[in-house]
């Protein structure tokens, strides 16, 4: 008998962003330079991509439509880094900030808009920057303001806002997941589940699916390797440092197994980004376009 493929993933659409090529920040001459990001995320065989942080591609979106279109790629979503904890002293700053990445990523032809919150400590230095556990009255201001973000992003640039759990931030844990989702719209906020990062805070992605799959917005594909994510928890190591020494991995090698949580996905009967996003910082030039030729001939063989 010949083997099975696996049925096919009709519902979820493959992409891959910046981060799998080692790019975290706007300007950084370690980093793999736009033009070749763009060259290599084609060539690998992606037809989605994000933008990565505002800067790093072009923002004027003329340019930015020519450079994709002619690549025969597409832009999925925009990513913004909040803070809203912080309560209304921040939000004209962050609205600022948020109208810039949102106003390109609509005229760059996106429905999304990942929102990371801010971390507790640096993720470069480690620097301890506040608590890592939020007050009630912080609470309140974080849900609140982010259902603002996101009926002020629906309302004015018609992209939907999807919350983005991240190791070092507020929102990290199963408990803290769950306690934003359930002080949350679903008609305003989405989740961006990062199967990596939920992971890396001990969650399990299928499980997350299966209890909240109404709020399942958006996926990040990621995997941890277990014996470094024992190591870099039990040292209190901070995330910028344990990305440096290799916690996120190529799949399939590490955790959580990618193939159920896509047939997860697959079974909400919904479209689906499933964007790839291999943290690796910092990261050698010619090391992201191999892996992610292989990245997508895995997923392929998911179905996918």
Known sequence: MTPQSPPPLSRIRIGSAPDSWGVWFPDDPGQVPWERFLDEVAEAGYEWIELGPYG???????????????????????????GLHHGEAVWERTWAHV?????????????????????????????????????????????????????????????????????????????????????????????CLDTGHYAYCGGDSVALIETYGERIGYLHLKQVDPRILAEVVAEGTPFGPAVARGVMCEPPGGVPALEP??????????????????DMYPCPPDRPFPIAERTRRFLRSCGA
């Not at 072009?58 to 790629?73: C, I, Q, S, W």
């Open 56 to 82: 790093y591609l072009p923002t004027d979106p003329a340019r930015l439509t020519e450079e994709t279109a002619r690549r025969g790629l597409r832009v999925s979503a925009g990513t913004v880094f909040t």
């Open 99 to 191: 109208a810039d990445n949102a106003a390109l990523a609509r005229a760059a032809g996106a429905g999304h808009l990942v929102v990371i919150p801010s971390f507790w400590r640096d993720d470069r230095t480690g620097e301890v920057l506040e608590d890592r556990n939020l007050t009630a009255d912080q609470w309140r201001d974080l849900t609140r303001l982010t259902e603002r973000l996101g009926r002020e992003v629906r309302d004015r640039f018609g992209l939907r806002v999807v919350v983005h759990p991240h190791a070092d931030t507020h929102i990290d844990t199963e408990e803290n997941v769950g306690r934003f989702l359930d002080a949350t719209d679903p008609e305003l906020v989405a989740l």
């Open 261 to 278: 949580v896509l047939a997860a996905a697959q079974a909400l009967g919904v479209d689906l980004f499933a964007i790839v996003e291999q």
